[in-house]
């Protein structure tokens, strides 16, 4: 059903079979249903539990993020978007777990908004070929930065910094007020900006290039 393995050839995969009606079948015990379900959104779970996990634990998080999505599917009543209850509970089972963060951040003066400044990503798996000891050197220490966050402001920052949900999507997902969204967002935000400015290493690092 999940992993590794891939899913039953007879799972109906049609992009015009819409996530009710494949949820419904599966509530009846349609397997196929539920592994076209995973066909469909493993991508976006597993962007969610890579950002929260170390990589290593990736696979697992996935696996059991749609294990309890079956166990639990008889619960799941339809008020939510399908995508925002699973998205719940791959955060509950990255941050169960309390495993760290594995991805790579810079921050990017560039970018800001009302919730105060933001940081952009870069892809560990696409390092500049002239810079990567300066990027895994700001990796190292940019991951206990965004690891020591509270739970609440990592995961409001995960979402709205790293997956790219608006405010109120995170509330959805999270299932509180969008100002509770955006007052998370700038403490957490502002914490990690105020580390990445004491901590040595970024300090030296972050503190200018000779072009």
């Known amino acids: 059903m999940t992993g590794r393995r891939a899913p039953d050839d007879t ?9 009710e009606e494949l949820v419904a079948r599966a509530r009846d015990g349609d397997r196929a249903a539920f592994d076209a379900l995973v066909v469909r959104h493993h991508g976006r779970v597993f962007s969610m539990c890579a950002r929260l996990v170390a990589r290593s634990d990736v696979d697992d ?12 599917l008889h619960r799941f009543e339809g008020k939510s978007r399908f995508t925002t209850w699973l998205t ?3 955060i509950h089972t990255s941050l169960s777990a309390r495993r760290r963060l594995v991805r790579w951040l810079l921050p990017d003066t560039n970018v800001t908004d009302e919730d105060g400044p933001a940081l952009r990503l870069v892809d560990a798996e696409q ?4 810079d990567v000891a300066r990027q895994r050197a700001i990796a190292a220490a940019l991951d206990v930065i965004v690891a020591g966050l509270s739970p609440k402001k990592r995961t409001v920052f995960v ?9 109120p999507e995170v509330g959805e ?20 900006k105020a580390a990445m400015a004491d901590h ?9 290039r000779d072009d």
């Open 200 to 208: 040595p290493v970024l300090r030296e690092l972050l503190g200018g």
């Open 61 to 72: 998080a996935v696996q059991t993020t749609f294990l309890q999505a079956w166990r639990s």
């Open 173 to 192: 997902v999270l299932e509180i007020p969008e100002a509770t969204v955006r007052t998370r967002l700038f403490y957490a935000r502002r914490e990690v």
């Open 88 to 90: 719940r509970i791959a």
């Open 11 to 19: 799972a109906p995969k049609r992009a015009d079979v819409s996530d």
């Open 159 to 167: 979402l709205s910094d790293l997956e790219g949900y608006t405010s």
């Open 127 to 130: 390092p500049r070929a002239d």
